[in-house]
């Protein structure tokens, strides 16, 4: 085991000599597997820039264009059913880093699998593999087509309280994600839903006792990660006391540090314990933290809370920033600027052409004035790279998708747990 271990990691370093771009966007990695000692997704201090002998994750940022790195830190929505003239200017113009599939999307397998693969060709054109991601919760949340068998919501996991049902069901989801080419689920919800009356969390939530979100979070977690698969846990640092739904305005939460660590921050802790890689920050104020930042830009609650307070070394990600908690109180070029000022690595843009366009734009802009240091985008252009290169991320197509064998796994849980259908 040792030496397979030592031959993977001198092939790593070799590759970065050889052409480490080809590896990452080869559509099939041979003989690269996920490791864990590459980067550990810690950036680098600032001296140790160049180490390209050690370090292939650095070697590739160093020939990266500003467009290029600027890309990395944008993930975008697509509109409708295809592959169309936008997304594809998103990708060949503006290299972004992924894209989110959202319900209106999703057609049928057949044209799902169509899209992905579509966006998957489109990009071979870049350096870097794209991060293709979903919202696959099970319940409500869905975005699997029709012909899958739906997966029960997290509250009904909560109430039967079991930690092998909780992965069983986090490695159906991964399946799910895998065949049909996706790498990264925005799932599980880690808020404790301590408000009856939250009209967004509700039933996608574990429960309101923070032991149980974070006992059963963090299995359905592990079972995403055992089948390749990012988990984005969320949302930092707590959704589940609100009474204003972000999607249409912003909500104000009125907890202090003390109560944050005793109950919403109490999953994430977990979840940094356990190696979670990808956490997604909320649109909320807190403002006994931070009065005048939402979290999802708030240098207190990303740099001091998250990174620096809970140790977190990982990707974040913003929540989706043409919510109405952003658009109908800011200016959606300015937050994006401000959120990576503040420590997140990747700005989320579900929806509007002309508004993932003004966000790259003032990104880059942002980095040619020096209002974002050209250290603080290669830190975050750092842990991108590295955590596609951890789960080998590549733009292999699909050739087809069976959701009978899916089906298949879901009936055989179903029968190994009854209390499912009550």
């Given amino acids: ?60 940022i160093k020939t990266m264009s500003l467009e290029e790195k600027v890309g990395q830190l944008v993930m975008v929505g697509i509109n409708g059913y295809e592959n169309d003239a936008n997304s594809i200017q998103l990708i060949k113009n503006h290299h972004v880093g992924g894209f989110v599939l959202l319900k209106q999307n999703v057609k049928d397998t057949k044209q799902m699998l169509a899209l992905i693969n579509s966006l998957k060709d489109t990009n071979t054109v870049n ?31 909560g109430e039967l309280n079991n930690s092998e049902l909780s ?19 925005f799932a599980p919800v880690l808020d404790v839903n301590s408000n009856p009356k939250n009209p967004v969390i509700g039933d996608r939530a574990f429960g309101n006792e923070p032991s149980l979100v974070k006992k059963l979070g963090i299995q359905t977690m592990k079972g995403l ?3 390749q698969i990012i988990s984005v846990v969320k949302h930092f640092p707590g959704h589940g006391d609100t009474s204003v739904d972000s999607h249409v305005g912003l909500p104000t939460v009125n907890h202090d540090i003390d109560r944050l660590n005793s109950l919403d921050l109490v999953p994430f802790e977990a979840a940094i314990e356990n190696n979670v890689e990808a956490i997604m920050m909320a649109h909320i104020l807190l403002p ?37 908690a952003v658009v109908n109180n800011y200016d959606i070029g300015e937050v994006a600027v401000e959120s990576i000022n503040a420590g997140s690595d990747i700005v989320l843009v579900c929806h509007d052409y002309l508004k993932e366009e003004a966000v790259i734009k003032a990104i880059q802009k942002a980095a040619e004035n020096g209002n974002i240091s050209m250290d ?47």
């Fill in 1 to 60: 085991m040792r030496k397979r271990y030592l031959v993977l990691i001198t092939a790593v370093v070799a590759a970065s000599i050889i052409g480490y771009a080809g590896i990452l966007n080869s559509r099939i990695i041979n003989g690269l597997k996920p490791s864990d000692q590459i980067g550990q997704n810690m950036p680098p201090d600032n001296n140790s820039y160049g180490n390209i002998a050690t370090d292939p994750v650095q070697a590739q």
């Fill in 127 to 157: 350096k870097m593999p794209l991060f293709l991601a979903i919202d696959e919760e099970g319940g409500r949340i869905s975005r699997m087509p029709g012909e899958f068998m739906k997966i029960p919501a997290s509250q009904r996991i």
């Fill in 167 to 185: 992965y069983q069901l986090g490695g159906i989801l991964g399946d799910e994600l895998k065949s049909f080419g996706l790498n990264m689920n």
């Fill in 225 to 227: 990660q055992s089948r």
């Fill in 288 to 324: 006994k933290i931070d009065p005048e930042n939402p979290a999802s830009f708030s240098r207190k609650i990303i740099s001091d809370l998250l990174r620096k307070d809970l140790n977190f070394n990982g990707v974040v990600i913003t929540d989706d920033i043409t919510m109405g």
């Fill in 376 to 422: 603080r985008l290669d830190q975050s252009v750092y842990r991108i790279l590295t955590l596609k290169l951890k789960y080998a991320v590549a733009d292999r197509v699909v050739r087809s998708v069976d959701p009978q064998i899916i089906n298949n796994k879901i009936k055989a849980l179903f029968r190994d747990f009854p209390s499912l259908n009550g």
